[in-house]
């Protein structure tokens, strides 16, 4: 019966050309049960509204912490199937074999005190690529798996705080990646330019050295839309202030009333007036 009320409460609200989806598990408010639906025209989402489990719909101003519960929790879940894995399936295996490569370089040339220092910049590289891809590729499983065996549970506020932990894990690992690659870079050139006015190809062990170097700093490059991600990244590291940008949209195209309208509103009695 309580389906029949959600269902017929949503509804109310679709208009003629749209779709309507109920997306979510119920979500478990301050002991109240609440359901999230979505209406979309041509697959693109126009309108949402949160109905209770007895098909009540309450005013947006009550409901705004619901909303806000199921667009972290909706939204983690489409970042964990979507960005976050892709970003996960990067394997470990190239940076250990730069690391191997820049050990190679470390005892093959006697590099004055500044290069070194240069030179263990370029190393803290792959170092930290390696250890963030470690982190987000547990993070990202760790995220999928605790998700699925959500999948018949209510949403909870601690639903939320631990869909929330993994997406600012993923984000934060990410965006260090990118930074430890922008921030070497002048190091990295440094040591290269160094490296270029001491060896000939007539010295090939040191010539192949210094080029698989120079291949490696090329793909430590961070630029165009690569760069302009960092910087997004930079502002906004764990995309608070997108979400909130996307809650306030969110918050628009929402279908709750904006105000309680009372069944039983009285009309103002109205008062004689004297005669003078």
Request: net charge positive.
């Amino acid at each position: 019966m309580s389906q029949e009320l959600v269902e017929s409460a949503i509804e109310k609200f679709r208009n003629s050309d749209e779709k309507v989806a109920v997306r979510l598990n119920p979500i478990n408010h301050e002991g109240v049960i609440y359901r999230y639906a979505v209406y979309t025209k041509n697959k693109q989402v126009v309108g949402s509204i949160i109905v209770t489990i007895d098909g009540k719909i309450l005013p947006l101003d009550q409901i705004k912490d619901v909303l806000w519960m199921a667009l972290e929790v909706y939204g983690t879940e489409l970042f964990l199937m979507g960005d976050a894995s892709k970003w996960a399936k990067g394997s470990t295996k190239l940076f250990k074999r730069q690391l191997e490569i820049l050990s190679k370089v470390e005892n093959s040339f006697d590099l004055p005190a500044d290069i070194k220092k240069s030179f263990a910049q370029f190393k803290s590289v792959p170092k930290t690529l390696q250890e963030e891809q470690e982190k987000l590729a547990q993070a990202v499983q760790e995220g999928v798996e605790y998700n699925l065996s959500q999948k018949d549970q209510e949403i909870t506020i601690d639903t939320d705080k631990r869909m929330t932990e993994y997406f600012r894990t993923i984000r934060l690992s990410k965006y260090q990646q990118l930074n430890i690659m922008v921030v070497t870079d002048e190091d990295r050139k440094k040591l290269i330019a160094y490296l270029g006015g001491k060896v000939s190809i007539m010295q090939p062990k040191k010539w192949l050295l210094y080029k698989d170097l120079k291949a490696q700093d090329r793909s430590f490059s961070v630029s165009g839309s690569n760069f302009q991600a960092y910087e997004d990244a930079k502002k906004d590291i764990w995309g608070e202030k997108a979400g909130k940008e996307a809650f306030k949209g969110t918050m628009k195209r929402n279908r709750n009333p904006k105000v309680l309208e009372s069944k039983n509103r009285k009309s103002a009695p109205k008062t004689k007036r004297k005669r003078k």
